[in-house]
């Protein structure tokens, strides 16, 4: 049987719900999340985003060209994503020249990881990672000032549609893929899954010290 991303996240709803519902959104919802755990949050995902845009350079090096419209669209965005959390930090009064902590630089790892992969599994994983945040940041509810542009930013209309051509993308390549090659995308969108709950677990649980 041909694995879908429906089927991803129907078989592996455990996996997912832990990678997208996280008392750090929660909290963010509450508004009661502290500045420390936001910040941590902010600045490590700025360098996540740098990597995960290399990534996606080279999924647009893999992938055929009637894929290129969507994935180019996704690099504008992400042009656009970059200068946005620099902006955010300077409001914050942020220093984004800092380490990765550990979860952030292994997830960075793995995305590098997967040049070494077969097209389906990249696209996979792309998809996956980009639906975390679109469902992630949308599930709480409205969120109040300061978060609400953030829960915005990735739970809009326009985002949550890029998000589901990635899914059709990569539905169309895993059709035709070898079973190994499947297993594989299956892989990939689990160990996505898990690198989500752990780099929220990373923020939330951040010590005050860590957090410039
Ligand atoms: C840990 C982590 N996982 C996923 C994303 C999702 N994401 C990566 S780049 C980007 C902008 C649009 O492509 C979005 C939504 C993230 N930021 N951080």
Not at 171 to 178: G, I, W
Request: charged residues 20%; proline residues 5%; hydrophobic residues 40%.
């Amino acid at each position: 049987m041909t694995i879908t991303c429906k089927l991803l996240l129907e078989n592996h709803a455990q996996d997912w719900q832990e990678a997208t519902v996280h008392p750090f959104l929660e909290q963010c919802q509450l508004g009661i999340i502290q500045p420390q755990q936001f910040n941590t949050w902010l600045m490590q995902d700025y360098l996540f985003v740098v990597e995960f845009t290399r990534m996606v350079g080279r999924v647009l090096a893999s992938a055929p060209p009637e894929h290129f419209d969507v994935i180019l669209g996704g690099l504008a965005a992400l042009k656009d994503e970059l200068n946005w959390f620099q902006e955010k930090a300077t409001q914050r009064q942020l220093n984004l020249n800092i380490k990765k902590q550990p979860t952030c630089r292994e997830y960075c790892e793995y995305m590098q990881s997967l040049a070494d992969k077969p097209y389906p599994v990249q696209a996979t994983a792309f998809w996956a990672i980009e639906l975390a945040y679109n469902q992630g940041w949308q599930l709480p509810g409205k969120m109040p000032d300061p978060y609400n542009e953030f829960a915005q930013r990735w739970g809009n209309t326009d985002f949550t549609k890029y998000v589901k051509l990635l899914s059709q993308q990569a539905d169309e390549v895993l059709e035709t893929a070898q079973e190994d090659i499947q297993k594989q995308a299956e892989e990939s969108f689990l160990i996505v899954a898990k690198f989500e709950h752990n780099f929220w677990q990373m923020a939330f649980h951040t010590a005050q010290h860590e957090s410039k």
